[in-house]
């Protein structure tokens, strides 16, 4: 199972950018799927979830400027990024809560961090 990230950049403050998630291989269920987020010296914190029915969570400081989605089709989670704050600036890492097909068990599965930065 690989979970690859996709989306980060370069974007002025109040700007917008959408960060994807897609989960390949040997997948044969997936439950919750979200992006947790790391900026230099500070610890990792979730940004926001979303289950396979499609019921969300958010982190306090980016409520109602962020939605997360998802294709369960496409084994795709999305992140619309809008009104881009300084402060948003980090490392975005989604994850995805797996059945693999090989193992048949639960286990969370991390994509590569992406990059999001947000000028003043």
């Known amino acids: 199972v690989q979970l690859q990230a996709f989306g980060g950049g370069f974007v002025q403050a109040g700007g917008s950018l959408r960060l994807s998630c897609a989960a390949s291989?040997?997948?044969?269920?997936?439950?919750?799927m979200g992006w947790y987020r790391q900026a230099p010296g500070k610890q990792r914190e979730l940004v926001a979830t979303?289950?396979?029915?499609?019921?969300?969570n958010y982190a306090d400081s980016v409520k109602g400027r962020f939605t997360i989605s998802r294709d369960n089709a496409k084994n795709t989670a999305y992140l619309q990024m809008n009104s881009l704050k300084p402060e948003d600036t980090a490392a975005y890492y989604c994850?995805?809560?797996?059945?693999?097909?090989?193992?048949?068990?639960?286990?969370?599965?991390w994509g590569q961090g992406t990059q999001v930065t947000v000028s003043s």
């Open positions: 291989g040997s997948t044969f269920r997936i439950n919750s």
């Open positions: 994850y995805g809560n797996v059945v693999s097909r090989t193992t048949l068990a639960w286990a969370t599965y």
């Open positions: 979303i289950t396979t029915g499609g019921s969300t």
